[in-house]
């Protein structure tokens, strides 16, 4: 529980503050993104209302044209972006290529397009239609070229160099979740007053947990090592916990945030149809990997740490399995070991 009002970007700015030589770039990006999420918060809550939920192309009752939440949510996000001018490249799960960005502060060598920004405008976007939670995830890195509109290079570097990640869960209230690398911070929307109010500061998730996620749907999908860890998570031993409750929303941002804050595992293995996974490593794994692990849990592609996957592209696919320390790594050992009998007659 918090008893200071701290705003969002009081606490950006007070993070900002223990870093003499911080140009204040990096607080004025993060806060326009919050400005974008808060945007995307007041549409998606009024989706219910108005008739936009499917309906791209068509006009509203102003006679404007009425666009899909994730066309507007990405739309929303990229002209923010664009007008801060803190950023050389924003790279969209919705779109296919990066977008360049020029300088816009040519003349200031204090204020360059030195960053790179990484989103997934609306993800969870198939449960939009039903009310179900959604979110944004985003991910900032610094640019390695030295000037002028971002390359690909820029936007294809490993998830240990994020220099900021975070989320916003439209959910029954809004909430958004970050990191610098200083620990994982959430803020509330207070939408009578428009801003982001600090509600859990230094979240730590727990070690262990007694929930696994997962869409347990594609179980004949999975490779063995898979479906033996699923089916010792649901048998009966009370010294460790067993058996596990299940909970699937189906939307990463609302499981992640569930087990960020209760204890849980969250995975989406490879399977026979997606032999690389089905979610995506810039805009999905990435941002929630550097959380997980800056709140103490730890994220692995099944062999590997996700951070330290090179990404070839911007929409490359990977396995995740992220949550609390100890299950991710029990479920490394069923996954890579030959011989996982022993852990799973236990
Ligand atoms: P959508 O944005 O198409 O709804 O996909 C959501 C998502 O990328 C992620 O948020 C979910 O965890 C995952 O896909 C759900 O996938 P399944 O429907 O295959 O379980």
């Known amino acids: 529980m918090v008893s200071k009002f701290t705003t969002f970007y009081r606490h950006i700015i007070d993070e900002e503050r223990k870093y003499p030589e911080a140009t204040g770039q990096l607080s004025d990006l993060l806060a326009d993104i919050a400005l974008a999420c808060k945007v995307i918060s007041l549409e998606v809550n009024r989706a219910g209302l108005i008739d936009i939920l499917g309906f791209t192309g068509e006009e509203n009752i102003q006679g404007e044209e009425v666009k899909k939440l994730d066309v507007y949510a990405n739309d ?33 060598k204090f204020l ?45 570097q490993k998830g240990t160099e994020q220099v900021a990640a975070g989320y916003v869960i439209y959910g029954s209230s809004t909430v958004l979740v970050y990191t610098t690398g200083e620990g994982v911070h959430s803020f509330t929307l207070d939408p009578s007053v428009g801003e982001f109010l600090l509600s859990n500061e230094k979240i730590n998730i727990p070690k262990k ?35 596990y409750s299940s909970r699937y929303i189906g939307s990463l941002v609302a499981d992640f945030h569930r087990n960020l804050l209760y204890g849980g595992i969250f995975m989406y293995p490879s399977d026979s149809k997606n032999k690389k996974g089905k979610l995506r490593l810039m805009y999905e794994a990435n941002p929630l990997s550097f959380i997980v692990e800056q709140a103490g849990g730890k994220s692995s592609d099944g062999k590997i740490r996700i951070l330290e996957l090179q990404p070839e592209n911007l929409h490359q696919r990977t396995p995740l399995f992220i949550g609390s320390h100890e299950d991710v790594t029990l479920l490394e050992k069923f996954l890579v070991e030959e011989s996982v009998e022993e852990i799973a007659q236990s």
């Open 76 to 108: 929303v996000l990229k002209h923010v972006m664009k007008q801060g001018g803190h950023i050389c490249a924003v790279c969209s799960e919705e779109d296919v290529d990066f977008i360049p960005l020029e300088e816009k502060f040519a003349d200031n």
């Open 112 to 156: 360059t397009n030195k960053y790179i920004c990484h989103f997934d405008p609306l993800d969870g976007s198939s449960n939009i239609d039903v009310n179900v939670s959604i979110g944004t995830i985003f991910s900032v890195y610094k640019r390695i070229s030295k000037s002028g509109p971002g390359s690909l290079q820029d936007c294809l």
């Open 209 to 243: 947990s007694k929930t696994y996620s997962v869409n347990e749907g594609n179980f004949c999908k999975w490779d063995k090592g898979m479906k033996k860890y699923i089916s010792y998570l649901k048998k009966i031993d009370s010294h460790t916990g067993r058996p």
